[in-house]
């Protein structure tokens, strides 16, 4: 499975075509679904462009894209939307339209609090373990770990020379995860269509979209969320790629 990650932190200073509003992320995800991804993951942005978690962002957001695809919608709980461990509580507390699942990045302040409140809220967690960091070993002694529907682990870009896949195959056999549980792998920019392709080899839930890379595996620049999702599945030889009415990578 393939999830489109649609827009992250980056805005138009990364590239034009990074969906920001309600309207824009709910057309990239309709096409990106069209492409041949799975589920859809979002930052909800504010209209100066900042991350938010606030209801009156994040509902119209939510309400938009699934009624562009049809299907649930992924958000994130990161300390870039808000800083404050105890504000987050907070906010997720007060939402109204709820997502179907929220990332939860374990090495963050707070994160253990904030999984409780999703889980009172019948909200199920991707419980982000960044590699380099204490995430992965403060989830694995929580009460909460066995209760996670997904693990998101986030890997550094390859190393300089061979030898990157080895290194990334060692950091996944030394994490401490729920039997049972998926698994999604990813990376980000330079590391993006690398652990992509070591996703697909391992049979690991995968990702790809702006959030990730802006750039095509041949370097040049994404015109869309749709054609990074095609470019990925027309590698992959799943349903959706070379074969789908969706856009095609360019030549």
Not at 100 to 124: C, F, T
Not at 174 to 198: F, K, M, N, S
């Amino acid at each position: 499975m393939l999830q489109v990650c649609l827009n992250g932190t980056r805005g138009p200073g990364d590239s034009a075509a990074v969906p920001m509003s309600p309207e824009s992320l709910a057309e990239s995800a309709a096409r990106a679904v069209a492409a041949g991804a799975g589920e859809v993951r979002v930052h909800p942005r504010t209209p100066c462009g900042g991350t938010s978690l606030s209801p009156r962002v994040l509902g119209p957001v939510l309400t938009s894209v699934r009624a562009a695809v049809g299907r649930g919608v992924r958000v994130t709980t990161a300390a870039a939307a808000e800083p404050d461990a105890g504000r987050r509580v907070e906010r997720v507390r007060s939402w109204e339209v709820l997502p179907d699942l929220v990332s939860v990045d374990w090495h963050e302040p707070g994160a253990e609090e904030v999984a409780g409140v999703l889980l009172e809220r019948g909200i199920g967690i991707e419980a982000g373990l960044w590699a380099r960091t204490d995430g992965p070993e403060r989830f694995a002694r929580r009460p909460l770990a066995p209760r996670v529907g997904r693990v998101l682990v986030k890997v550094p870009c390859p190393p300089a020379g061979s030898g990157a896949e080895e290194a990334w195959r060692s950091l996944l056999s030394g994490l401490e995860l729920p039997p049972g549980v998926p698994v999604l792998l990813h990376g980000e920019d330079a590391g993006a269509w690398p652990v992509l392709r070591l996703a697909r080899r391992l049979g690991l839930v995968a990702r790809i979209g702006f959030e990730d890379t802006v750039l095509m595996p041949d370097g040049t620049r994404a015109r869309s969320n749709a054609e990074l999702v095609a470019a990925a599945l027309a590698g992959w030889g799943l349903p959706g790629g070379s074969g789908s009415d969706g856009p095609r990578p360019r030549p």
